[in-house]
Every structure is written in structure tokens, then in C-alpha cells.
């Protein structure tokens, strides 16, 4: 089982990165340490801070928005911080956002995600091999360009920087296209909404992907993401949590598409899903964030004394995952989660003696 360590910078109105925690995560041999992006802090940034910090944790995210960046600049920035890192370390989780995020703060149309997604993905790889100058005709998006408004003398480039290593690229979804499509081009899948019975919602759509590309990669990797906070009081962690996932599924998104509210639904709860998404709409958003379960908190998280939390860790880490990217600020739930999943045993000393 592999360790992320989850940075919430981009709910931040500034940006402060927790270098002592994420060097303490290295030093307990965890595998990687992801960033993410609204509307706020972007994902990419922070990634090259921590390149210059840090000597082999892999630098993810979780995920860089799609309609932010173009290919060739989601790939030039993966190149650049990779050469920075030493090679070899960087993970590209790739998402396509909402509608109201795409088209309200990038000025993107919403189009096909699915389609752009797949457009993306090859984009990409053609960069990142650097094999060839990059031709690509997609349904959503083409090198070179020659749609409207081209005068027709777009050129196939190679890029100028060779890769310092390779560059893994994840994709984040929960629906069945794109979670097919995970597994079918990609290195690894992020899921949206997986609870316990995760695997058996998903794995359908997962092998069709990876019958796709001849079977599963050896290497291919799925991680999901557990809160975890040493406490007393386990019901003031689950209420300090429903804010946050009230607003996400009550109101990050539109009325007809809303990834988190599908979400729990999908963890089987799309009753207090609908209810929630509907008083928040409202602007009963008070009334929204109580009628977040306790039991669909509790349920994806680990709380409580060190006790509770070793004795759940089967129970909540759901089978069929490879990883898992803990969101904590706890020095003491790193040592926790290192000692249970034995990745302190793992680490690599790279010290000079």
C-alpha cells in the first residue's frame, strides 16, 4: 500500500506549504505528495518549490485542471519541474473540472470533456517521447491548429528540453467513459466516490479500459484519499468536515452536473446527495451542510485516539486501491499510517555517508 501526502493549498487564501510535514512524509518513506488547483493557487507551482526541497518523493497532482493549460503547456511545465526534481519523479493527475469552473473562470467551452480528455492524454505522450514534431488530429483538440480563426501556418514542433525521466500521467474521474478511459491510456486512475465497495462499482469499467490497451500494466496504479486526524472527539472532527463537503456537493458544480454529489451518491448515499445539493441551491446552505451523514464522513476517514484509528484502517482503506493520498496536517498520523502500511521499512536512504 502506497502513501500520498494531500496539500490543500489551493483552498488557501495564501500560499504557506507545509515543507516540515511533506519532508517528514519523505523521510517515513512515502511515495508521492500532491497538490491540486480550483481558482485559486494553481497545482504546478508548488511542485517546483518542493522539487528544490526534496530528494525522491514523487511530485503528483490531484488533479491540474484541463481547460487551464493546453497540452503542450501541461507538458512543458511537467518537463521543466521533472529536470528540476532530478528526473523520474513527476505524476500529472489530470481533470476535467465543471462546467462552471470551465466556462465561468477559463472562458472554455464544455463540449466533450471525454473526448478532450482522450485528446489530451495523446497530446502529451507525443511531447513526452519526444520521438517525433507532434501531429495529432482529435475530435476535441489538433496540432497544429487549424480551426477558426487559423491562417494555416501552425508547424509541427519536437520539443527543445529532453524528458529528464519519465513523466507518469493519471487521470482523476468517477464516471464509467472516463474511468474506462484511465485504464485504457493513462498510468494511473484517481477516483471520484470510492468507498468500500469501490472495486466491485468500478472494476467492470476499469478492465474494459485495460482490455483496451491489451491488459493491466504491472505498474498501473489506483489511489483514493483518507482523512486522517488523531482526536478525542470523533464527532467534532466529522462536523469540523461537513462544511466543506456540503458546499462540494451542494454547490461546486451546476444543478445537472455536480461530480461530487455523484459521488456520494455512488458511496450509497444519493438520497442526502439530492437533498443536500437542493437546500444548498436554495440558499438554505446551513440546513445543507447538517444534513451531511455522520456515517458518510466517518465512513471514508479515520478519527479518533491512535486506537481507533489502527483498528479501522482494514476497514476504511477499501479494497482494489494500490495507494492512498492522506489529507492531514498531523505529524503523528504520518507516523501512524507509515507504521501500519510498513513504508518506513521502504525507505530509501540517500544520504552521503
Known sequence: MKLGLGL?????????????????????GFHSVWTAEAYGADALSPLAFLAAHTEQIKLGT?????????????????????????????????????????????GQPWESPHRRLRDYVAIMRKILVRDEP??????????PYTGPGSIGEGKPLKSIL???????????????????????????????????????LHHTNLERGWRRRGGRPHDFDLMGNLTIEVTDD?????????PLTGMYV?????????????AMARRGFPEAAARIQELWLAGRTDEAIAAVPDDYIDAGALFG??????????????????????????????????????SRDRTVDTTEE
Do not use: C
Open 8 to 28: 490543500e493549498l489551493y483552498r488557501a487564501k495564501t500560499v504557506e506549504v507545509p515543507l516540515d510535514l511533506v519532508l517528514l512524509a519523505e523521510r517515513l
Open 62 to 106: 490531484a488533479v491540474v485542471q484541463l481547460s487551464a493549460r493546453t497540452p503542450a503547456a501541461t507538458a512543458m511545465q511537467a518537463m521543466t519541474i521533472d529536470h528540476l526534481a532530478g528526473g523520474g519523479r513527476v505524476i500529472i493527475g489530470l481533470g476535467v473540472s465543471g462546467p462552471q469552473i470551465v466556462e465561468g473562470w477559463y
Open 134 to 143: 507532434v501531429v495529432h488530429n482529435g475530435e476535441e483538440l489538433s496540432l
Open 162 to 200: 529532453h524528458p529528464a525521466g519519465h513523466v507518469e500521467i493519471w487521470i482523476a474521474a468517477g464516471g464509467p467513459m472516463n474511468t474506462a478511459l484511465a485504464a485504457e491510456v493513462a498510468d494511473g486512475w484517481l477516483p471520484m466516490g470510492y468507498g468500500p465497495d469501490g472495486w466491485s
Open 234 to 242: 470523533v464527532q467534532a472532527a466529522i462536523d469540523r468536515r461537513k
Open 250 to 262: 451542494g454547490g461546486m458544480g451546476s444543478e445537472n452536473n455536480n461530480f461530487h454529489r455523484d
Open 305 to 342: 485516539p491512535v486506537s481507533r484509528i489502527r483498528e479501522r484502517w482494514e476497514e476504511v482503506v477499501p479494497a482494489g486501491l494500490t495507494g492512498v493520498i492522506l489529507r492531514t496536517e498531523d505529524d503523528e498520523a504520518l507516523e501512524i499510517a507509515a507504521d501500519l502500511t510498513g
